[in-house]
């Protein structure tokens, strides 16, 4: 199994291909949301964040 120093020597490495690091950094705002997702979750109805996302309720369902 791979450990974390070498899922980051990875990464590291692949950063230095600009075409990659383009489609890393596009997805950041993605990531972030997903960070925020769990509280997200527990102050919203799945209608609402369906609302609020453009996403269907089903994938906030529980």
Same mark, same amino acid.
């Given at each position: 199994?791979? !450990?974390? #120093?070498?899922?980051? !020597? /990875? ?18 705002? *993605?990531? *972030?949301?997903?960070? %925020? %997702?769990?509280?997200?979750? =527990?102050?919203?109805? #799945? @209608?609402?964040? =369906?609302?609020?996302?453009? %996403? /269907?309720? @089903?994938?906030? #369902?529980?």
């Amino acid at each position: 199994m791979a !450990s974390k #120093a070498d899922f980051e !020597s /990875s990464l590291q490495k692949k950063m230095e291909d600009p075409e990659f690091m383009a489609e890393y950094d596009a997805l950041e705002p *993605e990531y *972030e949301i997903l960070k %925020l %997702l769990p509280e997200a979750e =527990s102050m919203y109805t #799945a @209608r609402q964040l =369906s609302k609020i996302t453009g %996403l /269907s309720a @089903r994938n906030f #369902a529980d």
